[in-house]
């Protein structure tokens, strides 16, 4: 028994174990990309509307195709309904001379039919025309590239909300690099100052300064981690993951930025690259067309119609069927609008306020995309401009911090000179690769402003 329950301890114990242990997924920054293209929910969602808009073109189409339905009914007259006739007998037996016609009832009751019927019919129908059909079909199928354009419009949000959070994952990646690299430098020369310390050869006031220093960066790190994670998970989230997994992130941001390409800042913006644009310029197709569809709708309508029929009646249950009565017929149906209290014309008058309002729409895009455009370059030069500031501010302060470093070993130089120096080169470091990361971001929003984002 004791076998027993340690077996099965054993493997839920390892089935617990294998659970836990899931591959950790590698992304390059185009990897993410595309991978978020697949699995993130929002697009996902976009594509299945793609999906919806087609089906609701299949669903107008169908009403333009040949309608065909079944009926079937069975009747029990528990009591035929009765039918009061006039008494067409009357005056002839008056005029005959008959004895007691003057008494006779004006009206004869009557029953018509049988206790049991059935009857069963299939009816068909085709519309022959009907332009506000026409017009509906050609809206719905415009209704289906507007959906394609926000899917598109989606997948380019999809890539710049990656891309920053991947650049920010790395940024601070990086950054926690930087000062697990300071504070083990720090941590070998705080044990040799400690060393010194005890020898007598260095006051206390620099061994304190270095355990300051130590513990500062130190702090520093644990917060940029958690910055750390949480940034990766929000990555997660935009790829489409489950925040939970765990993820590697091949790029590195500095060989990234040696091999960025360069972005022609000089083009002039191209408005029907932008989807937002796209949009409007759809908007004003669809609301065109409804227009005609309500125009269309002073048109007449033409149906073809046609149903076959079969009845059969008795006077006990077990008489249905035994005899068929048919009844077939075809015709056309003409439906000629003449006057609907001016509920057309006013439909009308709204598809065209709508269509001024999307113009307007129009041209303030216009003017967006204009002010978009020339922000994102200035702010693109100007970034490229301060990295360059950054990058000489960094090799200067890695000059500085190696000279004072130097004469601190040849017993010249003094601590303190030494902690300024690498708090100057922690800084510039820091300062630099902020920069790069809103170079890179200043290239992305530059891109999308152009519209050079598929």
Request: with cysteine; proline share 2%; charged share 20%.
């Amino acid at each position: 028994m004791k076998r027993t329950i340690y077996l099965l301890v054993c493997t839920l114990l390892s089935v617990q174990l294998f659970a836990q242990e899931k591959p950790i997924q590698s992304f390059s920054l185009k990897q993410a990309v595309e991978f978020a293209k697949k699995n993130n929910y929002a697009l996902k969602n976009n594509q299945l509307d793609v999906l919806a808009a087609q089906k609701k073109v299949k669903e107008i189409l169908s009403s333009g195709l040949p309608q065909v339905s079944a009926t079937g009914n069975f009747i029990n007259n528990t009591t035929i309904a009765t039918q009061v006739l006039p008494n067409f007998l009357k005056p002839t037996f008056v005029q005959l001379g008959m004895p007691g016609a003057n008494e006779l009832s004006d009206f004869i009751p009557a029953q018509f039919g049988q206790k049991f019927s059935a009857t069963g019919s299939i009816s068909a129908s085709q519309l022959l025309f009907d332009g506000g059909f026409l017009m509906g079909v050609k809206a719905a199928k415009e209704y289906v590239a507007l959906a394609e354009i926000n899917v598109n419009r989606g997948n380019i949000e999809t890539e710049v909300n990656v891309s920053k959070a991947y650049y920010a994952v790395l940024l601070l990646q990086t950054n926690v690099k930087l000062l697990t690299t300071n504070l083990e430098t720090l941590t070998k020369a705080k044990g040799d100052m400690e060393k010194l310390y005890k020898a007598g050869l260095v006051e206390k006031t620099d061994f304190d300064r270095i355990t300051l220093q130590q513990s500062t960066i130190d702090v520093t790190r644990s917060k940029i981690a958690d910055q750390q994670r949480i940034a990766s998970m929000i990555l997660k989230l935009q790829l489409g993951m489950n925040v939970n997994d765990s993820i590697l992130l091949t790029d590195d941001l500095q060989k990234m930025f040696t091999s960025v390409q360069t972005v022609a800042v000089e083009s002039k913006a191209d408005y029907n690259k932008r989807t937002e644009y796209q949009l409007l310029n759809q908007s004003i197709k669809l609301n065109t067309l409804d227009k005609k569809r309500y125009q269309y709708g002073y048109a007449p309508s033409l149906v073809a119609i046609a149903a076959t029929q079969r009845n059969t009646f008795g006077s006990n249950f077990s008489d249905l069927g035994n005899t068929w009565f048919p009844g077939t017929y075809w015709g056309l149906n003409l439906s000629i609008p003449i006057f609907d209290g001016l509920r057309k014309s006013a439909q009308i008058q709204q598809s065209k306020i709508n269509i001024t309002k999307a113009e307007n729409d129009k041209k303030t895009m216009e003017n967006v995309i204009e002010q978009q455009v020339l922000q994102s370059k200035l702010t693109f030069l100007r970034t490229g401009e301060q990295l360059a500031i950054q990058e000489k501010n960094m090799t200067l302060a890695q000059d500085i911090y190696d000279r004072v470093q130097l004469k601190y070993k040849n017993g010249v130089g003094s601590s303190l000179e030494l902690t300024i120096s690498q708090n100057d080169l922690e800084t510039a470091r820091t300062n630099y690769l902020s920069t790069v990361y809103d170079y890179f971001v200043a290239q992305l929003e530059l891109r999308k402003a152009m519209g050079d984002i598929k």
